[in-house]
């Protein structure tokens, strides 16, 4: 279990050693109501009546729930990886590129509301589409053919690539797209707390920031691992320790699966260098373009997280 299902493993817990039959607890000066809890799954669901019914500091809940939906996402960069291979997924594709986004779209507020309310639910979603709808502006900009968005619940949402990039540089300019309209729907959503003290805007911010900075490893087949590839694609050998730390200190299978997938993209680059020597062939001033704006997005995006993480605290 990663380290946001052992926060509220531990907040269970604290429940079971109260008295109170109703399971009452304080989570960082927040009461909450926990309804139910599956020991095998991650999935929990926060008594959306008792959270009405507190009006006071919900900080505490927040940051259980902020920490909660990026774990029902982590998924999302490998399953999507292996589900845009598959042919048949695209039959789907046939309603239309707005229908189809729009119906998968509608589909997963519905089922994340269940789970979280419909605000968050819809927040949530947004902050996938804006992620997304970048990766796709960015690649009609580029001359690629590319489907709109896709929702899945509980795993994310994808743009189906219709033809492969050229080259490296193309492939990075794509990749970055996402992330760079993700931060910005999450600088957006801190702006909105700033102004009006909506604490639902804080939980959104901090979202966004820690799911595009995850996206942000620079390990195939993540976006990270893509802009990279304009810059070097040795920076794969620096994503891969990183998983193995977040592995061993937080083991988590997703976490598995990504190194495996990063592992085997390195192989196969050494395997293959000399016929894919053209396609990552970058000229040394776009591959400095590409590091600072690369490690500049990674540097912005952590300070947000940590500054999102400090308020909710």
Request: include cysteine.
């Amino acid at each position: 279990m990663s380290e946001e299902g052992w926060a509220i493993d531990e907040l269970n817990q604290e429940n079971r050693r109260e008295k109170d039959s109703s399971y009452s607890s304080v989570y960082n000066g927040a009461e909450e109501t926990i309804v139910g809890q599956d020991e095998h799954a991650d999935d929990y669901v926060i008594d959306e009546q008792n959270i009405k019914s507190k009006p006071g500091n919900k900080k505490g809940l927040w940051a259980a729930a902020a920490f909660a939906i990026p774990l029902l996402t982590k998924g999302k960069f490998i399953i999507l990886f292996i589900v845009s291979k598959l042919k048949f997924l695209f039959v789907f594709l046939k309603l239309g590129k707005f229908a189809t986004t729009a119906v998968s779209m509608v589909a997963t507020i519905w089922i994340y509301a269940v789970f979280y309310g419909a605000k968050l639910a819809l927040g949530f979603v947004a902050l996938l589409f804006v992620h997304e709808m970048g990766h796709y502006l960015t690649a009609k900009r580029v001359g690629l053919a590319v489907s709109g968005p896709v929702f899945i619940p509980f795993v994310g949402a994808l743009i189906g690539m219709k033809e492969n990039p050229k080259d490296a540089v193309t492939e990075a300019q794509v990749a970055y797209g996402g992330p760079l309209f993700g931060s910005l729907a999450a600088v957006l959503c801190l702006a909105f707390y700033w102004l009006t003290g909506y604490e639902l805007a804080l939980v959104l911010a901090y979202v966004g920031f820690f799911l595009n900075i995850f996206n942000l490893l620079p390990v195939h087949p993540m976006d990270g691992g893509r802009i990279v590839s304009a810059v070097s694609p040795y920076l794969w050998l620096v994503g891969i320790p990183v998983l193995l730390y977040l592995m061993i200190t937080s083991f988590n299978p997703i976490l598995l699966i990504v190194v495996i997938l990063g592992v085997s993209q390195v192989y196969k680059l050494w395997k293959n260098r000399h016929e894919l020597s053209i396609y990552y062939e970058v000229p040394l001033r776009e591959r400095v373009q590409f590091g600072i704006l690369y490690f500049g997005l990674v540097g912005s995006l952590a300070m947000g997280l940590t500054y999102a993480l400090e308020l909710l605290a």
